[in-house]
């Protein structure tokens, strides 16, 4: 009987897989003592290759027209702010960006709950796709405030971008800013904008952001504090090792489990001296959120082209401007320092540092 329940399970399970692309990710915030902001986030797309790994330099003056169902008729801008942002399947724009004034734009999968506004030709002139709203905060605003403020002016409106993957875009956003301000956007009911304070800083995908902050409720005994050893004679029982104060942390990589994980993480972080410090150590926190593909994907259906579910992982320094990345083809930590480009006079351009696709190895053997 039991075996039979666990093949039905096992059946089951595979199917929704199979039905169910993993589109995971999981975000962070870290503040260091010398009042550095760094956010950061792993970026999984297990439909195959999107890319991530290929960053968007964008100047500033560059003039932007949004997109409806009816074509590139949308809203029309020019951006006031150069910026750097992932890209996916060869489109402007991609999971992460930063702006040269520290504005932090997070784009996170939220199936199932994220609702654009239904299309009306006769707002075309405020309307947009959701990547469109991506590029328009990263280039037309330096802070979370100003972002806020402007959102009335805009119409969200889903748009089917067959080339990105063939995958819905249902998507929630996570910015934030130099100063230390954060908000989470998401668009759900035809179009209803909601906008939340980031629980320690942490995001993942769905349910709606609302539902995580209740879930915490069920992990409010979770401590990084061993537990107390019992004795009931004749036995002394004690922790069996470290950690022992988190016994009950979710380990499965479902969106729930990944915030409740992301926020204990964060919450017991260690003090961090400086920017330098936080962008390593979110680094070795996210590295608790590496997905292998064949952990959610059975084995005759893995994508081709991918080595890892998790494609790229970010940390981006909102108060020195600089962007650090690795990806599944290379995980030596590189950066893009916005400082130290002129985007006035830069061209845009595709960086791809991942050309040949193939990790390094230093052989440190002794003769």
Same mark, same amino acid.
Not at 190 to 200: A, F, Q, S, T
Not at 219 to 247: A, C, D, Q, V, W
């Given at each position: 009987? %039991?075996?039979?329940?666990?093949?039905?399970?096992?059946?089951?399970?595979?199917?929704?897989?199979?039905?169910?692309?993993?589109?995971? #990710?999981?975000? $962070?915030?870290?503040?260091?003592?010398?009042?550095?902001?760094?956010?950061?986030?792993?970026?999984?797309?297990?439909?195959?290759?999107?890319?991530?790994?290929?960053?968007?330099?964008?100047?500033?003056?560059?003039?932007?027209?949004?997109?409806?169902?009816?074509? =590139?008729?949308?809203?029309?801008?020019?951006?006031?702010?150069?910026?750097?942002?992932?890209?996916?399947?060869?489109?402007?724009?991609?999971? +992460?960006?930063?702006?040269?004034?520290?504005?932090?734009?997070?784009?996170?999968?939220?199936?199932?709950?994220?609702?654009?506004?239904?299309?009306?030709?006769?707002?075309?002139?405020?309307?947009?796709?959701?990547?469109?709203?991506?590029?328009?905060?990263?280039?037309? !605003?330096?802070?979370?405030?100003?972002?806020?403020?402007?959102?009335?002016?805009?119409?969200?409106?889903?748009?089917?971008?067959?080339?990105?993957?063939?995958?819905?875009?249902?998507?929630?956003?996570? $910015?934030?800013?130099?100063?230390?301000?954060?908000?989470?956007?998401?668009?759900?009911?035809?179009?209803?904008?909601?906008?939340?304070?980031?629980?320690?800083?942490?995001?993942?995908?769905?349910?709606?952001? +609302?539902?995580?902050?209740?879930?915490?409720?069920?992990?409010?005994?979770?401590?990084?504090?061993?537990?107390?050893?019992?004795?009931?004679?004749?036995?002394?029982?004690?922790?069996?090792?470290?950690?022992?104060?988190?016994?009950?942390?979710?380990?499965? !990589?479902?969106?729930?489990?990944?915030?409740?994980?992301?926020?204990? !993480?964060?919450?017991? #972080?260690?003090?961090?001296?400086?920017?330098?410090?936080?962008?390593?150590?979110? =680094?070795?926190?996210?590295?608790?959120?590496?997905?292998?593909?064949?952990?959610?994907?059975?084995?005759?259906? $893995?994508?081709?082209?991918?080595?890892?579910?998790?494609?790229?992982?970010?940390?981006?320094?909102?108060?020195?401007?600089?962007?650090?990345?690795?990806?599944?083809?290379?995980?030596?930590?590189? %950066?893009?320092?916005?400082?130290?480009?002129?985007?006035?006079?830069?061209?845009?351009?595709?960086?791809?540092?991942?050309? =040949?696709?193939?990790?390094?190895? %230093?052989?440190?053997?002794?003769?």
């Amino acid at each position: 009987m %039991k075996k039979k329940l666990f093949q039905t399970i096992s059946i089951v399970l595979a199917f929704s897989l199979i039905n169910s692309p993993l589109f995971a #990710c999981t975000g $962070i915030t870290l503040k260091s003592q010398d009042g550095g902001i760094i956010v950061a986030r792993t970026v999984e797309w297990a439909l195959s290759d999107a890319q991530h790994n290929k960053i968007l330099v964008v100047p500033r003056n560059k003039n932007f027209t949004g997109q409806t169902p009816e074509g =590139f008729n949308g809203k029309k801008w020019k951006g006031k702010y150069g910026f750097v942002t992932l890209t996916a399947y060869g489109q402007n724009y991609g999971p +992460d960006g930063l702006n040269e004034e520290g504005l932090y734009v997070g784009v996170y999968y939220l199936p199932d709950f994220a609702e654009y506004s239904d299309y009306d030709p006769t707002k075309a002139e405020k309307s947009m796709s959701v990547g469109d709203l991506m590029q328009w905060m990263l280039s037309s !605003f330096k802070t979370v405030e100003d972002v806020i403020a402007n959102l009335d002016k805009i119409i969200v409106v889903d748009v089917k971008n067959e080339k990105f993957g063939g995958a819905d875009l249902p998507f929630h956003f996570k $910015i934030a800013d130099a100063k230390g301000n954060s908000k989470i956007i998401e668009i759900v009911n035809n179009g209803e904008v909601k906008i939340y304070d980031p629980y320690l800083g942490v995001i993942t995908n769905s349910p709606t952001y +609302d539902w995580h902050i209740t879930n915490q409720r069920n992990y409010l005994r979770l401590s990084n504090i061993p537990n107390t050893p019992i004795e009931f004679e004749p036995y002394n029982l004690k922790p069996l090792g470290g950690g022992s104060g988190l016994i009950g942390l979710p380990g499965d !990589f479902t969106p729930p489990s990944r915030f409740v994980r992301a926020a204990a !993480f964060t919450a017991t #972080c260690r003090p961090l001296k400086n920017s330098i410090d936080a962008v390593f150590e979110s =680094f070795r926190i996210l590295d608790n959120f590496n997905i292998p593909l064949g952990a959610q994907i059975p084995k005759d259906h $893995i994508p081709k082209g991918i080595s890892s579910a998790t494609q790229i992982t970010t940390s981006s320094d909102l108060k020195n401007k600089v962007f650090y990345f690795h990806t599944m083809w290379n995980r030596q930590i590189r %950066k893009i320092d916005l400082k130290s480009i002129d985007f006035n006079t830069v061209k845009e351009q595709i960086l791809d540092d991942d050309a =040949f696709k193939t990790n390094n190895i %230093k052989d440190i053997t002794p003769n």
